[in-house]
T-cell receptor
Framework: QKEVEQNSGPLSVPEGAIASLNCTYS??????FFWYRQYSGKSPELIMS????GDKEDGRFTAQLNKASQYVSLLIRDSQPSDSATYLC??????????FGSGTKLNVKP | DTGVSQNPRHKITKRGQNVTFRCDPI?????LYWYRQTLGQGPEFLTY????????KSRLLSDRFSAERPKGSFSTLEIQRTEQGDSAMYLC??????????FGNGTRLTVT
């Protein structure tokens, strides 16, 4: 079983602050990494994909990947109350199997 | 791109009854996945198809669960003799190759 670990939170940040979400994974053979946002009662929606070491920026979101340390992170700049949700880390293994962490709940306080 | 469609959105059934869910993936996607999610947990893999072939089924899935994808298009997930522990959100997702998963809105099952 491939493990994807996330701190369940909740992580509380004030509006306008940077939220930092972390994820570690167990299998060095993992190829691709994804962050999904899930609002309560809704299905996950893709925010970011990252495939190689380093940073990838998309608007207020930055994904960071360090394969040597087997961790992935997501930074959300200028956090908004609408960012309050659960953030799921997903890892693709063997080009066909996606494993998910249990998610980190983020609360952005106005 | 009309997205992944799942029906029904909600299903309430009595213990012991059979239920069937349907998923219509994004048309150009060749892979279709079923996941189950309970409160406070991430999606748990159930099974996946590449075109019409079911390539993997989770060992956690009992024989009461079966999935099909005839002709490589839509898929159905059937649960026979439902139990209260089957209550969960059932998520369908599709992808092309190793591209990210795109999820449908899910089917919330409540077994009373």
């Amino acid at each position: 079983q491939k493990e994807v670990e996330q701190n369940s939170g909740p992580l509380s940040v004030p509006e306008g602050a940077i939220a930092s979400l972390n994820c570690t994974y167990s299998d060095r053979g993992s190829q691709s990494f994804f962050w999904y946002r899930q609002y309560s009662g809704k299905s996950p929606e893709l925010i970011m994909s990252i495939y190689s070491n380093g940073d990838k920026e998309d608007g207020r979101f930055t994904a960071q990947l360090n394969k040597a340390s087997q961790y992935v992170s997501l930074l959300i700049r200028d956090s908004q109350p609408s960012d309050s949700a659960t953030y799921l880390c997903a890892v693709l293994y063997n080009f066909n199997k996606f494993y998910f962490g249990s998610g980190t709940k983020l609360n952005v306080k106005p | 791109d009309t997205g992944v469609s799942q029906n029904p959105r909600h299903k309430i059934t009595k213990r012991g009854q059979n239920v069937t869910f349907r998923c219509d993936p994004i048309s150009e996607h060749n892979r279709l996945y079923w996941y189950r999610q309970t409160l406070g947990q991430g999606p748990e893999f159930l099974t996946y198809f590449q075109n019409e072939a079911q390539l993997e089924k989770s060992r956690l899935l009992s024989d009461r669960f079966s999935a099909e994808r005839p002709k490589g298009s839509f898929s159905t997930l059937e649960i026979q003799r439902t139990e209260q522990g089957d209550s969960a959100m059932y998520l369908c997702a599709s992808s092309n190759g190793d591209s990210p998963l795109h999820f449908g809105n899910g089917t919330r099952l409540t077994v009373t």
